[in-house]
Structures are given as C-alpha cells and as structure tokens.
C-alpha cells in the first residue's frame, strides 16, 4: 500500500485528475481503517460511520460499488498485493461482514463469555437467583436425603416422664436452579451463606420443646444443583418411660423426625444411617437407636430410642436402705416389753423410713398406666413398721396392766398399804403390826404373781405376732422379686400419633 500511494506521489500534481485525489483519500482511509481493526476490530463501524465526509460518501458511491459488501471467497480487511493503488478495488470491499470470517465468529462468543469466572463471581451470581423458596418440582415434592444423624441422650427426668436429646442431622437436597455449567464455571462446588439460600426445616411430632440452629453459617453446593447441610436439633420429647421395674427399668422412646407435608405438596426425609456419640447420662444408658416408620408410611419416621436404667445407685441408696429397715424391725422383737425400749427404737424406724419415702416421691411420678413397684413397696414397708410398732404398744400394755383396757389402772403398793391400814382398823384393832405386815406382804407376792401371769401371756402374744410378721415378710419378698423380675408392662409409646 505505501508503494502505490509513491508512485501516486511522483506522478506530479499537474497531472493529478479528482478521481485520483479521491482515489488516494480512499487508500489512506483504508490504511487508516486497517490500523485501527487490528487493534479493536469490533469498533470499525463507529470509526466509520463517524469519520467518513461527503465527499467521501460521494466518491465511494461513484466507484459503483457499496462499502459494505458482503464477499465470500475474500477474508475481512484485506489488502492484495496485486492490486493496483491508483483503482478503487471494487472487489475488495473495506468491512466485509463475511458469514464464513473466523473474525467476527470470536468476536460474537467473547461476548457471551462472562468477564468474571472466579468462585465468587459464581457464589455471587447464585445469590442473586435469590432461592428463597423450596425447589418447585414437577410432583410438588422435595425429596429431603437425611444421610447421617449423630445422636445422644442429654437427660432423663423420671418425675416428669421426659428426656432430652441431642441431634445432629446431615442433609442433602437438589434446587436445579442452582446448578451451573462447568464447562463455562470451572468449579464443582461453592460455598453460599445459608441466609440466601432455602433450607428444609425439621420438627419433631411428639416434642414437647425442640430447638433448631444450623450447624454452619455456609453450606455447600455442587454443579448439579445438590445442596449439603448440616442442622443441630435439641428436643425435649415426652416419653412415659415404663418404670414398673424401677430402679432394673428399661424402655423404648421415639423421637418422631417429620417435615412439613399437605395435601401432596411439601417434603419428604429419606433416612439412612444413625449413630450415638455418648452411652452414659446420669443413671441411664442409651443401648441402641434405630430408624422406624410407623405403618410403612413415608410421613411418620421416628427414631426408636432404647434406654435401660443403671440400677446400682437407685438401689443402693433407696432399695437396701429400705430392707435394711425391716431387718431391723424384724430383731427388735428381741428386746423385751417393759420399760419403752423397743417403741421408741421402731418409732425411729418409722421416722427414718419417712424420709426415703419422701426421697422416692421426688425421683418417681405420683401415677401412670405403669406405675412404678417400688412405690408399692415402700408403702407395705410403712404399713408393716407402723403395725409393727403398735402391735409392740399394745402389748406392753398387755404385760404391764394385763388389760388392754385403758381405763383400768394398777394399784400401786402404798395404796395397798393403805387399804392394808383400813381393814386392821376395822377388825377392831386386834392384830398387831407384825400381822399387818405379813398381810400386805402376802399381797405384795399375789400381785407379783399376777404381774408374771400377765408378762408371760404378753410374751406369748408378742411370739406369735413375731411368727406372722416374719411369714408375712418372706411371702412378701417372693411376691415382689417375681413382679419386680418376671412381670412386665407394656405401653404405647407411639399413641401420640393414633
């Protein structure tokens, strides 16, 4: 091009005819034009469209060819070698738009190439989706996948039939519209604040307080629009837990695990596997937790919680006691009857045993389609120390007075004195005192005499009292090891739901 425009220059002035001026206008603009597509190709039109003059536009016109002609055996902006300079090329337009030229081909996919394909620019595209609402599949359905969930027993309140737990619970979902294209996207998954995003809720059917946090500010999404969280859940489920065997009790719980669901629209959970982290809290034992649904219904999961009760304390410091007691009451039958020892050694019986009982009352609840035995138990317990007790009563007074009669009082011996003094005055004073004291000694021992008849009857009584109470005793413990070991009750712990 620089040597046609020469020769064009050393042609001379004189000679030089208009349409060589425009001529040689039109090649310095296609240089021009040439210049500026090889640095920004995709602003030829607007250089064009804004530099070029009427004249220009005349000249262009007169050369019987348009400056924007489609050629398709010719690439865009080509200048031929071959050509003379002094000839507008009439073949060779300036802004070919060719449908076979590779320029304008990458020119049209640099544009619809995002400018940004870093991670963030992904996560922040996906938030300005704003999916706020749960994915809306074709069957109104959202399958909810519970891969994991890590569970443990918090507490067991016995009083109030309750205990709490602990959960943790995996879940993965799908949302479609939040899927992108790797191939444009070079990532496979990216981290989204959970705020901007849906997520599932989970409550539980038969809890009495549950409470829900996530696990993380963030959650994960893969390319394929699957979404994974992670959910704590603290729930405090009311479980009449079966204490007829207290303290050797063990039960079954259910923690009920649903979503919301109407009318075929809403969620569903599909569990998979379950696991426990902690074994031990206080006096129970979590045994095992399995994954049930009740009825093979897809709406009613639950989780089958099996509790079994450490025995060692309730029975050291209730159980044993309360035998001890009645040991004890069975030997004080061997202290004698006269003189007050041994009522005043089982009412301290009595009163200790009040005190367990209290304790009992605060560990276990006051009914219950299965009520507790050991509740049974500590009121024979009571019954048989207070019959015990009076039985001892009754009896000393029995050895004491031979009457059971309370009006009836003993003489004591200066009334006989007396009575003694009033009969010698009366017989005319004759007898002396000699005679006075023989007669009321000879009393004295009729009394005595009295007094043993009385004390042997009364220990008479008091041996066969022993003999029931102690074969009421054994009768007793072989009633109540057989209901403690070998009856059972049963309850419906899923009535919650019928």
Same mark, same amino acid.
């Given at each position: 091009m620089q040597v046609v425009i020469t020769e064009h220059l050393k042609g001379g002035r004189a000679g030089m005819r208009p349409m060589d001026h425009s001529v040689l206008k039109c090649c310095l603009f296609s240089l021009l034009l040439l210049t500026v597509s090889a640095a920004d190709p995709p602003s030829n039109a607007a250089i064009l469209a804004s530099e070029m003059t009427p004249d220009n536009a005349s000249n262009t016109a007169s050369t019987n060819q348009p400056s924007n002609t489609a050629s398709t055996n010719q690439p865009s902006n080509t200048a031929s070698t071959n050509q003379p300079s002094n000839t507008a090329s009439t073949n060779q337009p300036f802004n070919t738009a060719s449908t076979n030229q590779? @320029?304008?081909?990458?020119?049209?996919?640099?544009?619809?190439?995002? !400018?940004?394909?870093?991670? &963030?620019?992904?996560? @922040?595209?996906?938030?300005a989706k704003e999916a706020l609402s749960q994915p809306q599949s074709p069957s109104c359905i959202s399958n909810i996948s519970v891969p994991l969930i890590v569970y443990e027993t918090l507490s067991v309140d016995t009083k109030d039939l309750r205990f709490e737990s602990h959960l943790q619970v995996m879940l993965s979902w799908e949302d479609p519209d939040l899927s992108w294209n790797t191939s444009v996207y070079h990532h496979d998954m990216v981290v989204l604040p959970v705020s901007k995003i849906w997520t599932p809720e989970l409550h539980v059917t038969n809890g009495v307080q549950t409470t829900m946090k996530h696990g993380n500010k963030d959650l994960l999404v893969h390319s394929n629009g699957t979404i994974e969280h992670m959910v704590i859940m603290n729930t405090v489920v009311g479980c009449e837990v079966n204490l007829y065997n207290y303290p050797f009790a063990s039960d079954f719980c259910p923690i009920a695990i649903n979503v919301w669901a109407l009318k075929g629209c809403g969620m569903f959970l599909n569990f998979r596997n379950v696991s426990k982290t902690s074994a031990n809290r206080g006096d129970w034992l979590t045994e095992e937790v399995e994954l049930?649904?009740?009825?093979?219904?897809?709406?009613?999961?639950?989780?089958?919680?099996? $509790?079994?009760? &450490? @025995?060692?304390?309730?029975?050291?410091?209730?159980?044993?006691?309360?035998?001890?007691?009645?040991?004890?009451?069975?030997?004080?039958? !061997?202290?004698?009857?006269?003189?007050?020892?041994?009522?005043?050694?089982?009412?301290?019986?009595?009163?200790?045993?009040?005190?367990?009982?209290?304790?009992?009352?605060?560990? $276990?609840?006051?009914?219950?389609?299965?009520?507790?035995?050991?509740?049974? #138990?500590?009121?024979?317990?009571?019954?048989?120390?207070? $019959?015990?007790?009076?039985?001892?009563m009754v009896l000393t007074r029995l050895a004491k007075c031979g009457t059971l009669w309370p009006c009836s009082l003993s003489k004591s011996k200066d009334s006989l004195l007396k009575d003694t003094d009033n009969e010698e005055a009366s017989e005319e004073e004759k007898n002396t005192a000699l005679q006075k004291v023989v007669k009321f000694l000879n009393k004295m021992a009729a009394q005595d005499q009295k007094n043993a008849? #009385? #004390?042997?009857?009364?220990?008479?009584?008091?041996?066969?009292?022993?003999?029931?109470?102690?074969?009421?005793?054994?009768?007793? @413990?072989?009633?109540?090891?057989?209901?403690?070991?070998?009856?059972?009750?049963?309850?419906?712990?899923?009535?919650f739901w019928s």
């Open positions: 590779p @320029s304008n081909t990458a020119t049209s996919s640099r544009a619809t190439t995002p !400018s940004c394909t870093t991670r &963030r620019c992904l996560a @922040s595209m996906l938030i049930n649904t009740k009825g093979g219904r897809d709406d009613r999961n639950y989780l089958w919680v099996s $509790l079994k009760m &450490r @025995s060692e304390n309730p029975f050291l410091s209730l159980v044993l006691p309360s035998i001890l007691i009645i040991v004890a009451d069975v030997v004080s039958f !061997s202290l004698p009857l006269g003189g007050g020892e041994r009522i005043s050694f089982k009412v301290t019986l009595v009163l200790s045993f009040i005190m367990f009982l209290i304790i009992l009352n605060d560990l $276990l609840p006051g009914g219950g389609q299965c009520s507790p035995i050991i509740r049974k #138990h500590f009121c024979f317990c009571l019954v048989i120390l207070v $019959l015990s007790t009076l039985q001892s008849i #009385h #004390h042997r009857f009364a220990n008479k009584v008091d041996l066969i009292c022993f003999c029931i109470y102690l074969t009421v005793l054994i009768v007793y @413990s072989v009633i109540i090891l057989y209901f403690s070991f070998g009856s059972q009750c049963e309850i419906n712990q899923l009535e």
